[in-house]
Structure formats: structure tokens, C-alpha cells
Nanobody
Framework: EVELVESGGGSVQAGGSLRLSCAAA????????VGWFRQAPGKEREGVAS????????YYADSVKGRFTISQDNAKSTVFLQMNSLKPEDTAMYYC??????????????????????WGQGTQVTVSS
């Protein structure tokens, strides 16, 4: 139902910024909650940020709160993740996800990869010291 394509990753120095983009092709009339996740080598996939395309509540992992911002364009065809003050521990493959299933929304649910059913291929973010 949803095709997702991430872009915008790259290599930056600590303290730098990147903006990731997620192009979303929606094939249903349902409102979509989308999320950004990341996975570093040897670690489990973790939720970074989540929002509803209708402008609902946003959620952020404690590790990125105040540094990362999730947003969307006016056409609601692209979801962004603005990443500022990047740290080496932010290094990971970043994924955009959609097709959120739970009816109730809690932070832990919105940031759990098991609750999403459509995934992009990922874009690599590398932050050096």
C-alpha cells in the first residue's frame, strides 16, 4: 500500500547537520503515521521519531529529543528528519516506516518498529568525531 524511499544520508563531522527525506507514495485514503528508525551494527532497530501525516502528536526518542525534528511538506508527499548537533552515536542506517497498525498511540508504540508494516531501504548516516 505504501512505497517509501529515503534519501539525504551522508558523512558529517560531529556537531554537523543532515536532513533526511522520505518520499511516500500512498495508495490508500487512510491517514498514515510515519516513523524514522535507525539501526547500528550489532544493535536492534530503534525508533527515533514519529508523527501522523495529519499533523498529530509527535514522539521522539530521549536520545535525540531537542536535536532531531520530524516534519512533512505541504503536499504531504515527503517526510523529513532534520538532524542537528549530530553525535558519533547517531551513526546508523536510517529507515522511514509507515502503515502503523495499533489503534491506540503511546510513545513506546509509536517508536516500536514492530508496529510498522511498510519500510524503505534505508539511508546511511555516518558521524565522525
Amino acid at each position: 500500500e505504501v512505497e517509501l524511499v529515503e534519501s539525504g544520508g551522508g558523512s558529517v563531522q560531529a556537531g554537523g547537520s543532515l536532513r533526511l527525506s522520505c518520499a511516500a507514495a500512498l495508495y490508500t485514503s487512510k491517514s498514515e503515521r510515519v516513523g524514522w528508525f535507525r539501526q547500528a551494527p550489532g544493535k536492534e532497530r530503534e525508533g527515533v521519531a514519529s508523527m501522523s501525516l495529519s499533523g498529530g502528536r509527535t514522539y521522539y526518542a530521549d536520545s535525540v529529543k531537542g536535536r532531531f525534528t520530524i516534519s512533512q511538506d505541504n503536499a504531504k508527499s515527503t517526510v523529513f528528519l532534520q538532524m542537528n548537533s549530530l553525535k558519533p552515536e547517531d551513526t546508523a542506517m536510517y529507515y522511514c516506516a509507515a502503515d502503523y497498525r495499533p489503534k491506540a498511540v503511546f510513545q513506546s508504540q509509536a517508536l516500536s518498529f514492530t508496529n510498522y508494516n511498510s519500510w524503505g531501504q534505508g539511508t546511511q548516516v555516518t558521524v565522525s568525531s
